[in-house]
């Protein structure tokens, strides 16, 4: 049986701005929210769209010269783009100039107006064009409002006025009555803060002779809808207002996801219009904040501070994106974007905790299991991760209810932090040498994987493409949270890919290496795995390892340093950096030719005791084979000093 169905929205955006990661912020939370609860089990539907009327929009395509349609179509086909590489789910993507909105618009309205609440008045006031409503005077500071670049205009004219204040004492006392309703708590104190004091009636029309761009009133073709009145039945006409068993199906069970800056709208505006229309309201406003710029204010185009979501994605990749604007702060707080947090968070949580433990388990059941997964036979510290991943998808489910986004992804990382402690405890490379151990190494492997899966099920929501590709490297297809988050599904014998791709790589700044530590060493740190436990060479990309400058123990043991005694010296002909040295390692003489005649004299080097890498291959320099390297050290003022020992070290001592 379906659970309770479940329609999601976000704000339809004005097309007088490309898309850029503000909106993004919005859409992918909505996104998340809605696979979340299409993967729950729940029927769900996810709109979102454009808001193409109003003097903002007709601004914006006359200053670019273009006919209104043409480039309202543009755009709007921007956020489509934006919206498909960034892996939304959308059900629907509603445009206002679409018919099937218009006539949808037209019938509210007239509802509204046949329930008397529509009356024809003068009205003088300044109107801002980029909130697309008039303000008060106690809402600006040096002369506008802080998100708006210009000024409101000073406007009187005569439009048509819906009775809002005549709700007014309503809406109180269902704000009262209803504290969950807006989220968070300080958006609903703020609105009834508002609502203590009149709020007047509010204009719903524009004269077309002054805005022809819009919807026209039903009893009055001379006016059209104010903008805002359009936009708001957006949430209905999109599900077939009033036939479709869509409306039927998801109106009410709403959730609509706004951000701050339209609050007043969707708290005041849009439940009053709905009550007097005769429709129910929504269950909840979710009230997001802001994401601001490098320079510290709200993300827009106007203030030219905006993160190129096309640029990040194609950077990072989609789920990389995402997310990092899941995990970037408690939704309905304020906070700073930028690329270095992206890679910092991506590094830290994808490709040192998720990735590097993907590589690790799928290495050992690769070169020990012949590929496939083993039985569980649980002990107690397996006991303790199942009971861990037991209660985690009801964990994630009651923070996402509370929409503790950040949240519930933290939930699920710290399940795969478990797992990385769970397996370097039980240290499955040690078990692999033991031919006795084989039944342990099967469970120890057996809990990773499973592990795996389960946080792959439950980060599916926030990121579809590599939890899929996780899956897949896991043998196994995609899985529902509803059906796949309990532990033991995977069955035994299941075949991972022999060569899973690099799920996570490590992303380096500025092709820079970068040195965050793996996760299990932060945390704690990480038993030395001897350097014969793990092969050489891995059977493919370990992100955590090899992806910058941190090496394995293996690849260190693999240079073979030693203590050589320089026997003779003598200067390259023709060369003023090259000496020729004559060393001794044990009983064995060799030639190295080394640039550090700048620094050191010849007759200087005979009697010391230098390191050398001993196992490098040859190297011909001016003519002369050079059988090793030796070390020296280089200070960012080009100082030089060669690393020596003290000269009763024996030539041929091993350097650990
Ligand atoms: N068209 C109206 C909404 C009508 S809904 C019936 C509108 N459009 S908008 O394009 O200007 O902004 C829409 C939403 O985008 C904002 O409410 C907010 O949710 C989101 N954001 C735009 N910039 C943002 C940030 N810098 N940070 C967070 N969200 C931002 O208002």
Same mark, same amino acid.
């Given at each position: ?44 539907? *996810? ?23 043409? *480039? ?47 009356? &024809?008045?003068?009205?003088?006031? $300044? ?17 506008? $409002? ?27 006392? *269902? ?18 803060? @508002? ?83 005769? @429709? ?29 979501? &096309? ?52 290495? @050992? ?75 342990? $190494? ?110 394995? &123990? ?103």
């Amino acid at each position: 049986m379906s659970k309770a169905p479940c329609y999601v929205t976000t704000p339809i955006y004005y097309v007088n701005d490309q898309p850029h990661v503000g909106h993004a912020y919005t859409t992918v939370t909505t996104d998340f929210l809605a696979r979340w609860h299409r993967s729950d089990g729940h029927d769900t539907w *996810f709109l979102t769209g454009t808001d193409e009327h109003g003097e903002k929009v007709n601004n914006a395509a006359a200053g670019a010269g273009e006919d209104t349609q043409a *480039f309202v179509d543009r755009v709007s086909g921007r956020f489509r783009d934006a919206w498909q590489a960034l892996d939304i789910s959308q059900d629907d993507f509603i445009r206002t100039t679409e018919e099937r909105h218009k006539r949808v618009v037209r019938a509210i309205l007239q509802r509204i107006y046949d329930a008397g609440d529509v009356y &024809f008045g003068e009205y003088e006031g $300044l109107y801002s064009v980029g909130q697309e409503r008039y303000v008060g005077e106690d809402e600006l500071v040096d002369g506008k $409002l802080p998100e708006d670049r210009d000024p409101p205009v000073l406007r009187r004219e005569a439009n048509w006025f819906f009775r809002m204040e005549k709700y007014r004492e309503w809406l109180r006392e *269902f704000l009262e009555a209803n504290p969950g309703w807006i989220h968070p708590a300080g958006y609903r104190s703020e609105m009834l803060g @508002l609502l203590r004091e009149p709020v007047g009636d509010l204009s719903i029309s524009r004269p077309r002779d002054r805005l022809p761009w819009g919807i026209g009133l039903p009893w009055d073709d001379s006016h059209v809808a104010y903008v805002w009145c359009d936009a708001l039945i957006n949430y209905v006409s999109a599900l077939g207002y009033p036939d479709d068993p869509r409306y039927h199906t998801f109106w009410p069970r709403t959730w609509h996801l706004i951000g701050k800056d339209i609050l007043r709208q969707h708290a005041m505006f849009w439940p009053t219009m709905l009550r007097s229309a005769g @429709l129910p309201l929504p269950q909840r406003i979710l009230v997001g904040g802001y994401l601001s710029g490098s320079d510290g204010r709200k993300m827009s185009k106007s203030l030219d501070n905006v993160l190129d979501p &096309f640029e990040l994605a194609h950077r990072y990749g989609t789920d990389a994106v995402r997310y990092y604007l899941l995990r970037i702060f408690p939704y309905g707080n304020d906070g700073s974007a930028g690329e270095a947090g992206l890679v910092e968070r991506y590094n830290a949580d994808l490709a040192n905790d998720l990735g590097n433990l993907v590589s690790r388990s799928l290495t @050992l059941v690769n070169r020990h299991l012949g590929g496939a997964i083993g039985a569980q036979r649980p002990g107690p510290a397996e006991r303790e991760v199942q009971q861990h991943a037991g209660g985690l998808a009801g964990a994630v489910r009651s923070s996402i209810a509370r929409m503790r986004l950040n949240g519930a992804l933290e939930e699920i990382m710290q399940f795969v932090r478990r797992l990385n402690r769970y397996f370097n405890d039980q240290q499955p490379w040690a078990l692999a040498k033991d031919p006795q151990a084989r039944e342990r $190494l099967e469970t120890v492997l057996y809990t990773a994987v499973e592990g795996l899966r389960i946080a792959a099920v439950l980060l599916e929501p926030a990121m579809p493409v590599k939890t899929a590709a996780l899956l897949s490297a896991l043998g196994l297809q995609p899985q529902s949270v509803r059906d796949g988050a309990r532990w033991g599904l995977t069955p035994p014998g299941t075949r991972v890919a022999a060569n899973p791709p690099a799920l996570f790589p490590r992303i380096d700044v500025g092709g820079r290496p970068r040195n965050a530590k793996p996760a299990a060493q932060r945390s704690e740190p990480k038993p030395a795995e001897p350097p014969q436990s793990i092969p050489p060479k891995p059977m493919h990309e370990e992100p955590a390892v090899n992806d910058d400058n941190l090496i394995t &123990f293996d690849e260190f043991g693999r240079v073979d340093l030693r203590v050589a005694e320089v026997l003779t010296a003598e200067r390259v002909p023709k060369t003023d950096r090259l000496l020729q040295l004559g060393i001794r390692i044990g009983d064995e003489e060799r030639t190295v030719v080394a640039g550090i005649a700048a620094w050191y004299e010849a007759e200087q080097m005979v009697g010391r005791k230098i390191i050398v890498v001993a196992n490098l291959k040859p190297a011909k320099l001016r003519g002369i084979v050079s059988q090793g390297m030796l070390l020296a050290a280089e200070d960012d003022d080009g100082n030089l000093a060669l690393l020596e020992v003290p000269r009763d070290t024996a030539s041929g001592a091993k350097v650990k």
